[in-house]
């Protein structure tokens, strides 16, 4: 039964670019949810998709996108990157509770690093 | 608003108990609670929701004062293998935002040794 799995594992990009992170949620979970973690902090929520849709969102700038696919995996975006934005970028899957009472199953993440 | 979570880190022999405490100023829905390793991924290990349902491991123990916006997570007879940061998440109601959302603390740092 294969976990949530993330690509790629470690990105460097300088400032200004643009990246595309990947998840691919646990088998049978329908809901994926982003989050950040900078070093030494707890994950910071970006936001929810379910059934395609962005559900919940945090308290990040529209520079911060994303999207859910038929088969539920999904992919954050992020434009004009910044220097803070360097971090883990964690992915967690669930089964759909607009309640968030369902337990979430996270991603090793993806390691970002902005020059 | 992110929960409170104390200790900030506390270090155990095996076999000692240890209680991780969460705080938060708002009315909570649920609190959720996860241990990382360092390097690895957050590990669930249990939701404790308004009204008394537990959703978690069977050698887990917690508490949730709702009308105190408190929660509680027990280890007993610490192991090595209970070595990790643990997070509470708090989930409020946010009227911005017309959902509910799930808000992590910065950690607590658990070092069991031998």
């Known amino acids: 039964d294969a976990g949530v799995t993330q690509s790629p594992t470690h990105l460097i990009k300088t400032r200004g670019q643009q990246v595309t992170l990947r998840c691919s949620p646990k088998?049978?979970?329908?809901?994926v949810s982003w989050y950040q973690q900078a070093l030494g902090q707890g994950p910071q929520f970006i936001f929810q998709?379910?059934?395609?849709?962005?559900?919940q969102r945090g308290n990040f700038p529209d520079r911060f996108s994303g999207h859910q696919f038929p088969n539920y995996s999904s992919e954050l975006n992020v434009n004009a990157l910044l220097l803070g934005d360097s971090a883990l970028y964690l992915c967690?899957?669930?089964?759909?509770?607009?309640?968030?009472?369902?337990?979430?199953?996270f991603g090793d993440g993806t390691r970002l690093s902005i020059l | 608003q992110q929960p409170v979570q104390s200790p900030q880190a506390v270090i155990l022999r095996e076999g000692e108990d240890a209680v991780i405490n969460c705080s938060s100023s708002k009315a909570l829905y649920s609190v959720h609670w996860y241990r990382q390793k360092h390097g690895e991924a957050p590990v669930f290990l249990m939701i404790?929701?308004?009204?008394?349902e537990q959703k978690g491991h069977e050698k887990i123990s917690a508490s949730f004062n709702e009308k105190k916006q408190q929660s509680s997570l027990y280890l007993t007879a610490s192991q090595l293998s209970y070595s990790g940061t643990y997070f509470c998440?708090?989930?409020?109601?946010?009227?911005?935002?017309?959902?509910?959302?799930?808000?992590f603390g910065k950690g607590t740092k658990l070092s069991v040794i031998p």
């Open positions: 967690a899957s669930s089964f759909f509770s607009g309640a968030n009472n369902q337990p979430q199953h």
């Open positions: 998709y379910y059934e395609e849709e962005e559900r």
């Open positions: 404790l929701l308004k009204g008394g």
């Open positions: 088998s049978g979970h329908d809901t």
């Open positions: 998440g708090t989930e409020m109601w946010n009227s911005g935002a017309g959902s509910y959302q799930l808000t």
